[in-house]
């Protein structure tokens, strides 16, 4: 019984292709996240939803878009994929958005653009 | 803003041996500080946390930190270690109202050799 899941695990394509990752938790969260880890395992926030209401929006590109149709998933859709988007991207979920909350974390997806 | 330092990339150490990973803040508010840890291929789970209280905090594993207010500090440490403790580790912060967005450090990779 997983988590937070994520799908796809893995995921190559070509520069230009538009792609999308789904994360789901089955723990009755009311916040999501994505975070991106780099080469050198540095992760960053890239955006956090607290019952499907966009809280946090990093700087990112505005070719990453995140969705989340209810509060049990938080997808995230990247347009016209550049070489610097290869990265592995993990889905976390919160019981709700108070700063002491433990996140949890999906295995992650790790991203080739080629 | 909040910045964390992980100033060790990397700690090698003998199983059975004490080990300490070290964790420096800056923040000009209040912060909540976190640990976690990544095992190879896997998403973060969480190690231990301290909120408020007794600066000495016990996580899960046998891993303990204790928080430093007058050297910004929070220091991970475990008495013995294992080679299943060969991870990378990550200090966190997140602040008062911030959304429960996590600041990670850089990470520090420990291994753990016979």
């Known amino acids: 019984d997983t988590a937070v899941s994520q799908t796809p695990k893995y995921l190559v394509t070509q520069m230009g292709n538009d792609k999308s990752i789904k994360c789901e938790q089955n723990?009755?969260?009311?916040?999501m996240y994505w975070y991106k880890q780099d080469s050198k395992k540095f992760l960053k926030i890239m955006f956090s939803?607290?019952?499907?209401?966009?809280?946090i929006n990093e700087t990112v590109p505005n070719r990453f878009s995140p969705k989340s149709p209810d509060k049990a998933h938080l997808n995230l859709h990247i347009n016209s994929l550049e070489l610097g988007d290869s990265a592995v991207y993990f889905c976390?979920?919160?019981?709700?958005?108070?700063?002491?909350?433990?996140?949890?974390f999906g295995p992650g997806t790790r991203l080739t653009v080629l | 803003a909040q910045s964390v330092t992980q100033l060790d990339s990397q700690v090698p150490v003998f199983e059975e041996a004490p080990v300490e990973l070290r964790c420096n803040y800056s923040?000009?508010?209040?912060?909540?500080l976190f640990w976690y840890v990544q095992y190879p291929n896997q998403g973060l789970q969480l190690l231990l946390k301290?909120?408020?209280?007794?600066?000495l905090v016990k996580g899960i594993n046998g891993f303990e930190a204790e928080f430093n207010k007058s050297q910004t500090s929070f220091h991970l440490r475990k008495p013995s270690v294992h080679i299943s403790d060969t991870a990378e580790y990550f200090c966190?912060?997140?602040?008062?109202?911030?959304?429960?967005?996590?600041?990670f450090g850089t990470g520090t990779q420990l291994k753990v050799e016979l």
């Open positions: 966190a912060v997140s602040r008062t109202g911030g959304g429960n967005k996590l600041t």
């Open positions: 976390a979920s919160s019981q709700n958005a108070g700063d002491y909350n433990e996140q949890f």
């Open positions: 923040s000009s508010v209040s912060v909540y």
């Open positions: 301290y909120l408020s209280g007794s600066t």
């Open positions: 939803y607290n019952n499907k209401e966009l809280i």
């Open positions: 723990l009755g969260h009311d916040t």
